[in-house]
Structures are given as C-alpha cells and as structure tokens.
C-alpha cells in the first residue's frame, strides 16, 4: 500500500460536469424509503440552503453544474442521480418502481434530449446512477430494491461495457449509490493503481461482498455507523471527496489515503433518503 505521502502526490482532481434541480418544491408528504417519515415536519427553505452549500462547494473547486427546472408536485426532483445514467454523450432514461416518482421520467429524459445527449428511452425498470456506477470501464449494477436484475443486461447492451451485478440487502440501502462511493473517476492515473471505491460490506449479500473483495482488494470499507448517515453517499472527483460531515470515521480513512474530505451537511435532504451523491447527475459527453 502506498504511503500517506505518495499517495498525496498521485491523487488528481478531475473536472467533472454535474445536474442538479434545486429543492424548492421539497417536502416529504410520501413514504417510499425507510427514511422517509410523512409526520415529521421538513423546512424547505433549509434543504434549499443546504444544497446550495453543495452546488457552491462543485463550483469552488472548478466543475461546472448544470440545472433542471424543479417541477411542482415532484419534490424527489432535487435526486438527480436518479434521472438517469450518461456515458460518452449517451443517456439511458430511467423507469421508476415506484409510481410517486413516475413524474419525473419525462421531465429529465426532455432535458438531456435538448442538451446534445442521444437518449435511450428505457425498456426494464432502474432508477439511473442511483444504481448504475461507472468504475474505470466497468459499470457497477444494484439490485434487491429498485432496479430489477434484466436492466443490468439493458445496460451492457446500451454501452457495450461490462457491467457487475452486486445485491443489497438492507433496505435503509436501497440504491447502490448508499452502499458504495467512486474515489477515482479513471483507473491507473498516473501509472498507479487505486483503491477506485469504498463500500459498506453489510449493505450487500454474501456473493457481492465476495466480488468486491475480489476487484476491489484495496478499498476502504466503511463502518455501519457511517454507513448509516448516509455517509457513502458522496461524490469524488479524484482528489476532493465531498461527505457528509458526520462520518468522521470514513473521513479519517479518505485522509490516510490521500484524498481531501469535503463535509457538506445535507442533513435536511435526508429525511427524503437521499444525500450528496443522490443530488449529482454526471454528465460524461454531449453538447456544452
């Protein structure tokens, strides 16, 4: 394993392009997730401040954000990962589980189509990068929850890569976006190999912690106490890894890795089941 200081020299900030959709219509009047409590009362103006903390931290550190108009009446909007998954200009539309959020199918598929992205109108249901992670040149797939098992071969299909079933098996994981963080956009940069991901081992069946181990020898598996604050919903762009502040844990083992941790508190964004990553489309390709 590389030593702290070698590892301070090799990690790279890529430039990423991200969707986001402001909350303003966000409220939890539904329960489609375990996180998700009708009774308990959520204050919009604070879930717009704290995104917009995040949408600024993007910004300050050079990637470029992209918008979405929030539709009334669809307050999950502001999840964009789960919009849909872009590769190389190509953008496969998502087909929800469930009918609470079957509104916003339209809406994300009409943006990437006027944005220079070719789109692919979905035959299986999946709920985009909320499940589907891109990992060097392979696409991690979940399963168990949302997107059902035929939509991993749908995506093969749709982009020619290989793609990697993992099961997950606790339902406060519902997506794998919850379970896993990609540290390293590109495999090897450099010359050297990476831990590309950290994942939360207990969120997945014994097969998929198997397969992990076995790819992924290096990663940091991260304890059920950061896992449980959505602390593995977070979104790296080599270097800089944007985290909820409350995985101190997962924090200290980002910083012994070189990378450099970006707490940013979406603490309001989760009453809806959903953190930093849930909030961030990658846009890989199409028209600027």
Known sequence: MPTP??????????????????????????????????????????????????????????????LIDPVPGLPDMVYTANGGFIVDGRALGVRFRVDERRGEERPFMDWFDGHGFEVVEPVEVQEGEGDFLLVGDTILA???????????RELAAVFGREVVSLRLVDPRFYHLDTAITVLDPVEGVGGVERANIAYLPSAFDEESRRVLAERYPDAIQVTDADGAVFGLNAASDGRHVFVSPRATD?????????YVPVPVDLSELLLGGGGIKCCTLELRGGAR
């Not at 997962?250 to 070189?258: T, V």
Request: net charge neutral; glycine share 6%.
């Open 5 to 66: 200081h070698e590892n301070l020299t090799t990690r790279v900030a890529q430039r990423r392009r991200y969707l986001m959709c402001r909350p303003e219509h966000f409220t939890v009047s539904y329960s489609i997730n375990p996180w998700m409590e009708p009774s308990r009362p959520t204050d919009t103006a604070k879930a717009v401040r704290q995104w917009q903390a995040l949408h600024d931290a993007y910004v300050e550190l050079g990637h470029e954000v992209e």
């Open 142 to 152: 979940g399963t168990g929850f949302r997107s059902v098992g035929d939509s991993h």
């Open 250 to 258: 997962f924090a200290a083992q980002l910083e012994a890795r070189g």
